[in-house]
């Protein structure tokens, strides 16, 4: 039985049979006790055995690390738990070498990432990834019951309207030994014919999808060949887009505000005991952040306010704001300072912004939407997308996009377009924000940064 | 508001709002029909409109495709619906060009095959992609409600374990000028510093998060090289990858049949309306079929058992079946027409499976077992893993793996390592079976095959 399972439903007196690892093992002389997990449950049980256990001097032999199956009853405990479980029988199932690198006792973050095989057996881990896993399903939840579609949009592609250079190129030939036609690579030769990259957005099928079924989302790995080696930066990553027809951009503000609030309280709610332990041993202010953020009414400011505010503080900036300019880390850190709460910032100079965001009447700025989180920086970026044919061929020409391979996305504005507007979300920006956890490397399985592709 | 939420909670006499697309328009001189939808039901609305409409004329050029906001009260419907809406507005959001595909009749799936960036509008992949999408979340909901935890395990890899002509070669190189060191690629220059591909599974990250959760899954994209254009081959797919500790051939068979109950149950619920459809007008036994795979007793054999029974018949196989061998198609369809229900085919030769496969004390079977469902043959295939340290190294170095890029992975088998079972589901395949579509092409939003990565 699991012993998430054991702890809803079992009592002292009952009899229960659980199967999982050593965490810790205390031995006296004539007793000992066992610290057991089997990782359904953040919460450890304590095993009790003494001489009267016929395997007892097999059983002091147990080793941190080993797989154990134990067989027993509930019993009242003498510490603060609930109950402890009074060993009838202890069985061994798998040994742990002595070279065991997770012994009960602190370890660096940075060493557990070279055992990143490993790691999730550690308490922190243990809470990052069940955090992970309660925040993934806590977006399908929340998309699924407003009746949005999850759409499995391709990675493949062999359109370079991103900049080819920002993809990853994948191919079947031999790069030791590429074919050549009149001195170029022969495509022709590779499995689709022509060159293929991974692509680094869902948002233009999401579209298409979006113009059937009016709310989609989609939620998958996504890669980028950026060669920087920061705390934020993995080349796999997984990411959230969801596109909305007939949604404005203060739509698009409601929705990412109720996605959010929906997402932390799911967390919140079942992921209890792990905010608690990350709260404890990783950042203190957690947990008050988390519920704060449920509570909090998102502030909205335009882009040109934004500039206002930071202009108006006596702060020496590092980069000075404009009107025309990208905001500094610097500058999100003070506005959402200031606000002491989530910030909308909207309507950013179309200079800045990417090609198929609607413009708004001033001519000047777009109708795009960043939202800044106390403590995370930059977690959502959306925008109202252009729906007009015309002036969306224009804007995509005037950035140099490659218009021939996306006549099918421009196609969605000839038939049956509306104004709908999409954002995404960079999964793991979420976990950092939900965990307390700095690094990207420590929220992801098995990360893969520049120069870094273990396991 | 959607649409699904109009037929769920708004009755006659309520005004309503709605905001959507034109499937079909039928004009009178002095009133029309509008059928109207916005993809959020399955169901679409009748809209009347009429001479007191004061926009009657332009009404009366909308053509099918257009965007439309209907502002109106629900009445009474002439038709077999439950009401109609009476429009007191209908305004034009978005006009349709002429040159619109999607008409209201019949199109083939070749030809849809050919606007995949349209399809989705129409009825019949309306209710394909529904059901993809209420097949995706059943299956999380199934494990999250089982204590299992999602694991979102890495694509990019740089162990080549899998046979690297079966693998996509990643790189961020040009390709029309490699760089090159002693005549060789010289990988140090590309992002990762060593040749890098796109893993075909995650079972191998699965199985070091299984060792710490007890129960994981696995649910992403998978890639495949495999030159084959087929109606069952596609060369970018979705699968789902359980694996979980303390659990052997038997206890993996009951998770598999009480996970594809559990999913073809919350889409026989929840898709209803869609699957009536495909019931229709794809396949008419699809309904029953699904119905009775609920209800069914999965059979469970031994390959042993079903060559013998395969030789009993008197049929004249094309392939003779043997003790040795895989069983070809004509005897998966024999074996489920045999039984009339799901099949379990268990302990298969070692020489024909894979290397981490646990052998069985016979010395000439492993511990494996497929699944054939009537109408769809292999569904899943799974087995026990291997857990002994040096019987699984040396499986591996005779089946030619490169074990020193594995050492991660034997490790697990060092230190607590526990007998454990995992399986495979190919996810579209799951989508032929709930859907009646035959063809790969045709459940996936962009299929990626041979020759063909469009849009």
Redesign the interface.
């Known amino acids: 039985m699991?012993l998430?399972?054991i702890f809803k439903t079992k009592n002292i007196g009952d009899s229960v049979k659980v199967?999982?690892?050593?965490r810790n093992h205390r031995k006296q002389k004539d007793f000992g006790f066992i610290d057991f997990y089997?990782?359904?449950s953040f919460k450890t049980l304590q095993v009790v055995y003494d001489k009267d256990n016929k395997n007892f001097v097999e059983i002091q032999k147990m080793l941190v690390?080993?797989?154990i199956?134990v067989n027993g009853t509930l019993v009242e405990s003498q510490g603060n738990q609930e109950y402890e479980l009074k060993a009838d029988e202890i069985t061994l199932?798998?040994?742990?070498?002595e070279?065991?690198p997770?012994q009960p006792k602190r370890h660096t973050r940075e060493f557990l990432r070279s055992v990143?095989?490993?790691r999730?057996?550690t308490r922190l881990?243990?809470a990052v990834?069940?955090i992970?896993?309660l925040a993934?399903?806590a977006i399908?939840d929340y998309f699924?019951s407003h009746?949005y579609?999850?759409?499995?949009?391709?990675?493949?592609?062999?359109?370079d309207c991103e900049g080819e250079n920002q993809m990853?190129?994948?191919?079947?030939?031999d790069?030791?030994n590429?074919p050549k036609s009149e001195g170029?690579?022969d495509y022709k030769k590779d499995?689709?014919?022509?060159?293929?990259f991974?692509t680094g957005t869902g948002q233009l099928?999401g579209e298409?999808?979006a113009?059937?079924?009016?709310?989609i989302y989609t939620f998958?790995?996504t890669?980028r060949?950026e060669?920087s080696n920061t705390k934020t930066h993995a080349?796999?990553f997984?990411m959230i887009e969801p596109e909305i027809?007939?949604c404005d951009l203060k739509g698009l503000m409601d929705i990412e505000e109720e996605m959010l609030k929906s997402v932390v309280s799911y967390v919140l709610e079942n992921g209890h005991e792990e905010i608690e332990f990350l709260n404890s041993f990783v950042d203190n202010t957690l947990k008050e952040k988390l519920e704060k953020l449920v509570q909090a009414d998102f502030v909205r400011i335009t882009h040109h306010e934004a500039v206002d505010l930071l202009n108006s503080s006596d702060i020496n900036w590092e980069f000075t704001p404009d009107y025309e300019s990208d905001i500094a880390k610097e500058h999100e850190k003070y506005i959402t300072e200031y606000y002491n709460a989530p910030v909308f910032i909207t309507d950013w100079p179309k200079d800045i912004k990417a090609w198929y965001m609607k413009e708004n009447s001033d001519g000047k700025t777009v109708a795009a939407v960043d939202l800044e989180v106390p403590g995370a920086g930059e977690l959502m970026g959306g925008s109202q997308r252009e729906?007009d044919y015309e002036i969306l061929l224009a804007r995509a020409k005037s950035k140099g996009v490659d218009v021939d391979s996306i006549d099918?996305?421009l196609?969605?504005?000839?038939?049956?377009?509306?104004?709908h507007s999409g954002f995404g979300m960079g999964f793991e920006r979420l976990i950092i924000y939900l965990t307390g956890i700095e690094n990207i490397r420590d929220v992801?399985?098995?990360?893969?940064t520049?120069?870094?592709?273990?396991?």
């Open positions: 699991d998430i399972d199967e999982g690892w050593i089997d990782g359904t690390g080993c797989a199956e199932i798998g040994t742990c070498d070279t065991y997770i990143a095989h490993l999730p057996r881990f243990q990834f069940k992970r896993n993934s399903f399908h699924q009746n579609v999850y759409v499995h949009t391709p990675l493949f592609t062999t359109s990853f190129k994948v191919t079947t030939l790069l030791e590429i170029k690579v499995l689709f014919g022509r060159q293929t991974i099928h298409a999808y113009m059937a079924f009016k709310k998958g790995p890669f060949t060669n080349n796999e997984w027809a007939f729906e099918w996305f196609d969605l504005r000839k038939f049956g377009t509306c104004y992801i399985p098995f990360p893969r520049p120069g870094s592709c273990e396991y």
